[in-house]
């Protein structure tokens, strides 16, 4: 008895993947729950488990297909090894040249067919076009709901209703790229984007062409938390199973800020502002195939503790590519950190629809002038990128001096200062 091997529900939006590597191959023995083959999705790396035991008898996507979910991936044979398959498109290629006499005849009716049961896209109802011109937006931007997909005047209004942005110029072809020396080419590699890089990207370029981003800096003495992270570091692991790390503090710092300054915390919709009421916090991981952002929800009621906590879990998941869906999605607002790298300052592109990000960075001894004094501090860079589209500068510099005074007076935390 065969069993069918499919994608499984892969989360909410997503609809498809891309096969990233076969654990099997063709007619190896296999054990019910073992991993089988590995999807990319837009967010996250997913693992298919064996539906049943028995032998890989057939492999129906390759590495690098894209697959829409519920679709055939390979099967499964009860029992002993898997019939070779050689021996399965012996009868195919018996059978092939059969339909193949008959398809040039057969070729101009079907096209007919098509052509008369689907044809192009009908233009705009007049109506509909000179609204789409007024507000200067594209048909290709309206779901039509007329005859073949023609945009209608109710759709067009439909769809000014919920804010659908205004066309842009068409972006200029991007050149070809100039062909390698013969020496260099044959010291080139040339590797297929994942799907996550291919996605990190596109989400980046999008995030800096819709949104006014806008980077303001501030920098916090690290003196206070330092003191309070070598005080209690050993009881706060013994407690609680997990070190005290600075990631803690900056996530509730940012919380403590975000209910001060709600529009950090807001994005747009259309023509609308939609304020948050909750703090998702999502914190930047590095891994090996590229940065996701995991988030710890409702962080704003969570101790330093439980956010630790929950950090930790999130960052092994990433690295092990056990993320699921729900963990990567909900974010109001991101921290990254760059100074686990060795970066000294950055300019953190924002993680659309959010309006704010916030920039973390090396902590370095140096000179700052306190009381007429000069003293030696541990110093780190901060960094906000916002929307000016949603939050003015005002609020953005007072943001950051909250998170700056927080951090330098980290008591306020447990007060809620």
């Known amino acids: 008895m065969a069993t069918e091997i499919r994608v499984p529900t892969l989360g909410e939006s997503v609809s498809e993947a891309t096969i990233g590597k076969w654990f099997k191959k063709a007619g190896d023995a296999i054990a019910v729950d073992e991993p089988l083959v590995e999807l990319e999705t837009d967010k996250v790396t997913v693992e298919v488990p064996a539906p049943a035991a028995g032998s890989l008898s057939e492999i129906t996507a390759k590495e690098g297909d894209t697959v829409e979910v519920g679709a055939l991936l390979g099967m499964i044979e009860a029992g002993g090894a898997a019939a070779a398959p050689a021996k399965k498109a012996e009868p195919k290629a018996a059978e092939a040249p059969k339909p193949a006499a008959a398809a040039p005849a057969a070729a101009p009716a079907a096209a007919a067919s098509d052509a008369a049961t689907s044809g192009p896209a009908m233009a705009p109802a007049p109506s509909a076009a000179k609204l789409l011109s007024e507000a200067g937006v594209s048909a290709d931007q309206v779901e039509g709901s007329g005859k073949r997909g023609q945009v209608l005047k109710g759709d067009v209004l439909e769809a000014l209703s919920k804010g ?82 600075f990631m803690g503090f900056f996530t509730k710092a940012v919380t403590h800020a975000l209910k001060e300054i709600p529009a950090v915390n807001a994005e747009i919709d259309g023509t609308d502002l939609i304020y948050k009421n909750y703090a998702h916090i999502g914190v930047a991981v590095g891994t090996e195939k590229g940065l996701v952002v995991p988030v710890v929800r409702n962080a704003d009621g969570m101790s330093i503790a439980e956010i630790e906590k929950e950090i930790g879990r999130l960052g092994k998941a990433a690295r092990d590519g056990q993320l699921s869906v729900s963990d990567m999605q909900g974010g109001t607002f991101t921290i990254s950190n760059g100074g686990v790298y060795g970066s000294l300052m950055s300019t953190p592109i924002l993680n659309a629809p959010q309006s704010g990000i916030l920039g973390m960075h090396k902590i370095q001894e140096r000179p700052v002038a306190i009381a007429g004094q000069v003293v030696i501090r541990p110093m780190m860079y901060l960094a906000l990128s916002y929307d000016h589209r949603i939050v003015d500068g005002k609020e953005a510099v007072t943001f950051l001096v909250r998170v700056k005074d927080t951090l330098e007076d980290p008591e306020r935390l447990v007060l809620d200062l």
């Open 164 to 245: 659908i942005p205004a066309a842009q110029p068409a972006e200029a072809p991007k050149a070809a790229r100039a062909p390698s020396g013969a020496d260099d080419e044959s010291r080139e590699e040339r590797v297929k984007m994942t799907r996550l890089r291919q996605t990190i990207a596109r989400r980046l370029k999008d995030a800096q062409n819709a949104a006014a981003m806008l980077t303001t800096f501030n920098e916090v003495d690290m003196s206070a938390v330092m003191e309070l992270r070598n005080r209690y570091k050993e009881l706060f692991e013994k407690k609680h199973g997990v070190k005290l790390g």
